[in-house]
């Protein structure tokens, strides 16, 4: 069995007078708070449904409730201003930690989770059938993802998600070409079923006539009268087709279109 590592940051309850003077003293929660705990709670359970140890350091005011969800859960209540350093040293110390933020009202948070929860769901296939090579490209993607906002420290919406895929699929297209030139077929073939794994969680392709009646709305829209207007079509293009058309096709469309 796998072991996962997570702290809990969950904002509703994890700060603030309601944690410090209500909850803790065996006070009820206010009925929105309640909510939240109860939602978080959903949330947590769903994630014990995989065959996998979870040590999870969370506050004081949930460690109950979290530790009779499963039996492969482990919990160690924390205070993150007291003890955060235990944290850091395991950080320090190579130890990859999983950091669960989740807040009812937070925007990112309800725009995301049907992404977040389809890959939640194909983790949790990708370890019943113990499908190590899907579980792998599912991971990659995460971590891309995950590295990009602690990178520039946003939240990545839709879109930003899917310019991740769609840098990982031309990583992967660029490594198989190389691969396949230096008659690498089996690494050619591994690079091959992450891109099948990768584009599943890109919007529905556009069909070519699509393509082509987008091309043609732009071109008219933007007054392209030739090959200098190239670049002017082509970020006009882009936001409408990005996760959905192949971009290197596009520019070679847009070339014949404006040769």
Known sequence: MSKITLVTAFYDIGRGDWSTNVYKNGGPLPHYLQRSVDKYIDHFTRMCEIDTEIIVYTSPDLADRLSNISPNVKVVSYDYENERQELREKIENGEKILVDCFASWCGPCKVMKPWFEKVSEDMKNAMRAKDSARLGAIRLLQSAIKQREVDERIELNDGQVIEAIEKMLKQRRDSIS??????????????????????????????????????????????????????????????????????????????????
């Open 178 to 259: 190389q691969y396949e030139a230096a008659n690498r077929h089996d690494l050619a073939d591994v690079e091959k079923f992450e891109v099948t794994v990768l584009q599943e969680y890109l919007p529905q392709a556009l069909t070519d006539d699509e393509v082509a009646a987008i091309l043609e709305q732009v071109i008219s829209e933007t007054g392209a009268a030739g090959i200098k207007d190239m670049s002017k079509v082509m970020a006009a293009v882009k936001p409408l087709v990005v996760g959905r058309a192949d971009m290197g096709k596009i520019s070679g469309l847009i070339k014949t279109r404006l040769g």
